[in-house]
């Protein structure tokens, strides 16, 4: 890490020549790949990246049995080829995305203008505008990354959290990646504190609140047809710091070859003073974004491993089954 200013610690890692030992090697030939696809026209890139997509569901058969608990809780009306179709589809916009990541480090500003695009930015952009913080509530999906560059591209200050990769060649380079328009970045190990000054400071931050960081933090409010143990830290978060929560899904169109930020009205009823209301609004909000674009979501993470006392857990138990 190297220091901010003296009130403050941002993650901001050095590249090191150890990066170039043998053990590197193989990050810096997938960092060659990845360049080449950064100019290759989107659509052979996208039929590329698609044909790897639908391999998946064999590759990662963990986050393959993830995805399917997931979704057989969420949507329990869906049949196996629905879930099946839905699964595929969000591995295919994984590697399209992850296969155009470079972009991001290589190619000009002007990429960001062309390509990314804000539909219901009229949500968000007169809170910017007029210097009032926003914390983005953002759901975790495969393009997550391109419309906050493109906020920070065009001068709004901007803050996330993140965890630092165990890889620290990778580490550096994701840190280039979300730091090159002057985003400030806080590794998450080092507590909130900095990030919500940050966002105090003027700073509209990336916030995503929907992983599964169990029980005893958490409220268990409903989710799609389950419940899901949900952080209610933004009420909190919005009465600390004087900011609006924008709930916005970040997504990747194959057919127009546009990555987008969805972008809904601003939650004026945060906080609310109740932890459990807090969450089940943060739900809400994120059913209402996925439910026309659910292969955009990352249900490959055990979101739901977190269960009352008594309750089994849905994976142990869906393994169990295919036995």
């Known amino acids: ?39 290759v026209p989107y659509r052979l890139r996208d039929r590329i990246a698609a044909s790897i997509g639908k391999l998946g569901p064999r ?41 155009s990541y470079s972009c ?6 002007e990429f960001l203008e062309r390509r990314v695009r804000l539909v219901g930015e009229e949500h968000l952009l007169p809170l910017l505008e007029a210097g009032k913080p926003v914390i983005l509530m ?6 997550i990354e391109f419309p ?10 901007m803050t996330t959290m993140m965890n630092p990769d165990k890889n620290p060649l990778v580490d550096w380079l994701m840190c280039r990646l979300r730091a090159r328009y002057g985003g400030k970045l806080f590794a998450r190990k080092d507590g909130i504190k900095q990030f919500l000054n940050a966002i105090r400071d003027g700073h509209s931050a990336y916030y995503l609140p929907d992983q599964d960081h169990g029980m005893a933090k958490s409220e268990y409010v409903p989710f799609f047809a ?61 059913e209402v974004l996925l439910t026309s674009r659910p292969e955009q979501y990352m249900w490959n993470l055990k979101l739901l491993k977190s269960r009352p006392e008594g309750e089994p857990d849905p994976y142990r138990a869906y393994e169990l089954q295919q036995r």
């Open 138 to 143: 953002v759901p975790h999906t495969w393009a």
């Open 59 to 99: 590759l990662t058969k963990r986050g393959y049995r993830n995805a399917q608990v997931n979704l057989q809780l969420c949507f329990p009306d869906w049949d196996n080829d629905q879930r099946h179709r839905v699964i595929v589809e969000m591995y295919q916009r994984a590697a399209q995305v992850l296969l």
């Open 104 to 109: 991001l480090l290589l190619r000009s500003p």
């Open 1 to 39: 890490m190297t220091q901010g200013s003296n009130s403050e610690t941002q993650h901001r890692p050095q590249f090191q020549w150890r990066f170039l030992a043998p053990r590197y090697w193989g990050v810096w030939l997938a960092v060659l790949v990845a360049g080449v696809f950064a100019f």
């Open 226 to 286: 389950t419940h899901k143990a949900t952080l209610p830290g933004l009420g909190r978060m919005t009465e600390s710091t004087g900011a609006v929560v924008v709930p916005m899904l970040a997504t990747y169109d194959p057919a127009t070859g546009y990555y987008e930020g969805h972008i809904r009205p601003p939650l004026w009823d945060l906080p609310s003073g109740d932890r459990e209301y807090d969450a089940r609004r943060m739900n809400e909000e994120i």
């Open 148 to 157: 906050g560059l493109l906020l920070a591209k065009r001068g709004y200050p």
